[in-house]
C-alpha cells in the first residue's frame, strides 16, 4: 500500500498571502494524484486531478505541481472561504487509493 | 448535476452489520464509471472502503475485505454498502462517491455518521 504523508499538519497563513502544502508518496505515484478541500460538515470537493488540472469551477489560484514522489498545492492570494482541511489521494496503484493525513489550513 | 445521497441506520450495534445505500440522481450508474464508499472517523481522515462498476466488478480495501460487500442495483440506480461484525472502530461518517478513472472522486454525497454503540 502506498502511504501519503501531508506537511505540515497544520498552517497558519494570513489572508492575501500564498499557501503552500506538500504531499509525499511512499513510492512514486506519476502524475495520478488528486488533491480535495473539505470544510467542516461537509463532503470533500476535488480541487485537482493529474496533479496539476483544476476540476471543473476551481478558481485559478489553486495550483498542483509535482510528479512522482512529490507534489506541492498552491493556494495564491487566499482568500476567507479557502480555509479548511486538504487531503491528497494517490491512484496510481489501486486497490488502495490512499490519503494523506490532511493539512489544516488555518487564518493567522 | 450529478447528485448522491447516502441512507441508512445512524446506529448500529457491536457485532452486527452496517448497511447503507447510495440513490444517484441526475446520472445513470449503467453509463458507466466506478462508484464507491469512503468513510472518515470523527476528528480523522479518509478511508477507501471499496468501490463497484455498473456490471458488479468489484475492488475492496484490504484492510477490511473480509468484512466488505458493495452491491449495485442499476434498476434503482443506486449502490449499497454492508460492513459486518462492527466495533466502535468503525463509527465514522460514511460518504458515496463517483469515481472517474483512473481512481479520483468527482461527486460525492454529503455523508452519513454512523455510531457503533450498545
Known amino acids: 500500500e502506498i502511504v501519503m504523508t501531508q506537511s505540515p499538519a497544520t498552517l497558519s497563513v494570513s489572508p492575501g498571502e500564498r499557501a503552500t502544502l506538500s504531499c509525499r508518496a511512499s513510492?512514486?505515484?506519476?502524475?495520478?494524484l488528486a488533491w480535495y478541500q473539505q470544510k467542516p460538515g461537509q463532503a470533500p470537493r476535488l480541487l485537482i486531478y493529474g496533479a496539476s488540472t483544476r476540476a471543473t469551477g476551481i478558481p485559478a489560484r489553486f495550483s498542483g505541481s509535482g510528479s512522482g514522489t512529490e507534489f506541492t498545492l498552491t493556494i495564491s492570494s487566499l482568500q476567507s472561504e479557502d480555509f479548511a482541511v486538504y487531503y491528497c489521494?494517490?491512484?496510481?496503484?489501486?486497490?488502495?487509493?490512499?490519503f494523506g493525513q490532511g493539512t489544516r489550513l488555518e487564518i493567522k | 448535476q450529478v447528485q448522491l445521497q447516502e441512507s441508512g441506520p445512524g446506529l448500529v450495534k457491536p457485532s452486527e452489520t452496517l448497511s447503507l445505500t447510495c440513490a444517484v440522481s441526475?446520472?445513470?450508474?449503467?453509463?458507466?464509471?466506478?462508484w464507491g464508499w469512503i468513510r472518515q472517523p470523527p476528528g480523522k481522515g479518509l478511508e477507501w472502503i471499496g468501490s463497484?462498476?455498473?456490471?458488479?466488478?468489484?475492488y475492496y480495501n484490504p484492510s477490511l475485505k473480509s468484512r466488505v460487500t458493495i452491491s449495485v442495483d442499476t434498476s434503482k440506480n443506486q449502490f449499497s454498502l454492508k460492513l459486518s461484525s462492527v466495533t466502535a472502530a468503525d463509527t465514522a461518517v460514511y460518504y458515496c462517491?463517483?469515481?472517474?478513472?483512473?481512481?479520483?472522486?468527482?461527486?460525492w454525497g454529503q455523508g452519513t455518521l454512523v455510531t457503533v454503540s450498545s
Open positions: 513510492q512514486s505515484v506519476s502524475s495520478n
Open positions: 462517491a463517483r469515481l472517474i478513472p483512473p481512481a479520483y472522486f468527482d461527486y
Open positions: 441526475g446520472y445513470s450508474i449503467s453509463s458507466g464509471y466506478y
Open positions: 489521494q494517490q491512484y496510481n496503484n489501486w486497490p488502495p487509493v490512499t
Open positions: 463497484i462498476y455498473h456490471s458488479g466488478s468489484t
